[in-house]
């Protein structure tokens, strides 16, 4: 069949999961595994669901930030009180949201996921302005949304070094990924006995983290929560800066800078936050001798000489120095990610000895990581291969089911199907082409 009509049916099936997983003020990122809302999800979500519903697309995101706690936390699950409490584990009894100061009245959990939102928002409303103002979208969420910077910015920076640090592996959204194995290896596991497991219910065991990575999961969550989710008052035996999340923060507060001229508000504290973590994140996490970012663990203030690929998707902030640029598509183009002959980007180097083509983040090759990294390469003008990626997302989504993430080898689908963001980011790729993050 020919690539064109193929790429027509392929968007037309891409809404239709869309469709399917929408429920009622929200997308669920899978039907079976994760029937809640995610966070960072949701805001990939958006950037597709626009196309077919740009007023969907706003409701997804207010449904997201009407959870938002008092200190301007998005928290990375809204649980649908619709849904059986043990439907996903760890729930609404394990988080314990609502005796937790500043919480929603919606159960919710107390962490958080990387700050995509704002890039959608400014998106969404691009897809519809009329309405979007009609309906007062941005004038709404610029609050909020700067409330949430506000949060990742000063009460995260644990390390006191102007980068925003994760406080577990969930928050970085790529949860078991190796730059994490350093400073989780201090953590003692809780027994496998004492918590049942609902994901292997829905996906195969090799595909997922290990019962010793749940184990460390819970310990640190049960630490948090058992301190009311004050980050002052937890003794973190996690705190990480992660390259991604802080370029994520760059790229966002750049898009707060683009709504706030929108809306008539000031949008140079947004440009100097902006410039204040990007100089931060070259400054402290680019390594030269790897040619990527790497993460630097906040408690010890060591780096962690791990490159994965949040180590390159930093790529998303503009006006990296030359030579940065220049170093991070080497790394890319080079044996460990192979961007022009593996399939999409794989989550971990290609060559590392404990890389694994199924496990999850510990090497398969996701859409929503393959589409910041194509972002990045439009940031900077690699033109040609950003192009080269769209293609290889799309011919992979083509093979079928919208799985989650793919061997990067042979492309073969793996985790749950039809799931929400790649069908999302493959219609967006579909729809529109162009650049999007930063404002566009
Ligand atoms: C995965 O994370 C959840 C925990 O938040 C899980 O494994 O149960 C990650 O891939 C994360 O990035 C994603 O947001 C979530 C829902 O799709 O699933």
């Given at each position: 069949m020919p690539l064109v009509e193929t790429h027509a049916d392929l968007g037309h099936q891409a809404g239709q999961v869309l469709v399917d997983n929408w429920r009622d003020t929200h997308t669920v990122p899978s039907d079976t595994l994760y029937p809640h809302q995610w966070s960072w999800d949701s805001a990939f979500v958006a950037f597709g669901l626009r196309h077919i519903c740009p007023r969907r697309a706003q409701v997804e995101l207010e449904t997201l930030f009407d959870a938002q706690w008092a200190d301007g936390r998005v928290p990375h699950i809204v649980f649908d009180p619709r849904v059986d409490a043990d439907a996903y584990f760890p729930g609404p009894k394990f988080w314990q949201s609502s005796g937790a100061p500043g919480a929603p009245t919606v159960e919710t959990s107390g962490l958080i996921q990387p700050p995509v939102h704002a890039p959608a928002a400014w998106a969404v409303h691009r897809a519809d302005p009329e309405e979007s103002t009609r309906?007062?979208?941005?004038?709404?969420?610029?609050?909020?949304?700067?409330?949430?910077?506000?949060?990742?910015?000063?009460?995260?920076?644990?390390?006191?070094?102007?980068?925003?640090?994760?406080?577990?592996?969930?928050?970085?959204?790529?949860?078991?990924?190796?730059?994490?194995?350093?400073?989780?290896?201090?953590?003692?596991?809780?027994?496998?006995?004492?918590?049942?497991?609902?994901?292997?219910?829905?996906?195969?065991?090799?595909?997922?983290?290990?019962?010793?990575?749940?184990?460390?999961?819970?310990?640190?969550?049960?630490?948090?929560?058992?301190?009311?989710?004050?980050?002052?008052?937890?003794?973190?035996?996690?705190?990480?800066?992660?390259?991604?999340?802080?370029?994520?923060?760059?790229?966002?507060?750049?898009?707060?800078?683009?709504?706030?001229?929108?809306?008539?508000?000031?949008?140079?504290?947004?440009?100097?936050?902006?410039?204040?973590?990007?100089?931060?994140?070259?400054?402290?996490?680019?390594?030269?001798?790897?040619?990527?970012?790497?993460?630097?663990?906040?408690?010890?203030?060591?780096?962690?000489?791990?490159?994965?690929?949040?180590?390159?998707?930093?790529?998303?902030?503009?006006?990296?120095?030359?030579?940065?640029?220049?170093?991070?598509?080497?790394?890319?183009?080079?044996?460990?990610?192979?961007?022009?002959?593996?399939?999409?980007?794989?989550?971990?180097?290609?060559?590392?000895?404990?890389?694994?083509?199924?496990?999850?983040?510990?090497?398969?090759?996701?859409?929503?990581?393959?589409?910041?990294?194509?972002?990045?390469l439009l940031t900077h003008g690699y033109d040609n291969l950003a192009q080269a990626l769209r293609a290889s997302m799309l011919e992979t989504a083509a093979s079928g089911g919208f799985r989650e993430y793919v061997d990067p080898w042979n492309g073969r689908g793996r985790g749950s199907g039809r799931f929400s963001w790649t069908a999302s980011l493959v219609l967006d790729l579909l729809r529109d082409p162009s650049g999007k993050l930063a404002g566009g």
């Open positions: 309906r007062g979208f941005l004038e709404r969420l610029y609050p909020r949304l700067a409330a949430w910077h506000r949060y990742l910015a000063t009460d995260r920076d644990l390390g006191g070094r102007g980068l925003a640090a994760i406080v577990h592996p969930w928050e970085s959204g790529m949860d078991n990924s190796p730059a994490w194995d350093l400073p989780l290896s201090r953590v003692e596991p809780l027994p496998g006995h004492s918590f049942v497991r609902r994901d292997l219910h829905h996906a195969a065991p090799a595909d997922r983290p290990t019962d010793a990575d749940y184990g460390r999961y819970l310990k640190l969550a049960t630490r948090y929560r058992d301190h009311g989710y004050r980050d002052a008052d937890t003794p973190h035996e996690f705190a990480v800066e992660d390259p991604c999340t802080n370029a994520l923060l760059v790229a966002a507060e750049l898009a707060m800078a683009r709504i706030a001229e929108e809306i008539g508000a000031d949008p140079t504290p947004h440009h100097d936050t902006a410039a204040r973590i990007a100089g931060a994140l070259v400054r402290l996490l680019f390594d030269p001798a790897m040619g990527a970012f790497v993460p630097r663990d906040a408690l010890t203030g060591e780096r962690i000489a791990s490159v994965t690929v949040g180590g390159v998707i930093p790529l998303i902030v503009p006006g990296l120095p030359e030579e940065i640029t220049e170093a991070v598509v080497d790394t890319l183009c080079g044996p460990w990610f192979r961007l022009t002959d593996a399939h999409m980007v794989p989550s971990y180097r290609l060559t590392a000895p404990d890389y694994s083509p199924r496990r999850y983040w510990r090497g398969p090759a996701w859409y929503n990581t393959a589409w910041l990294v194509r972002e990045g």
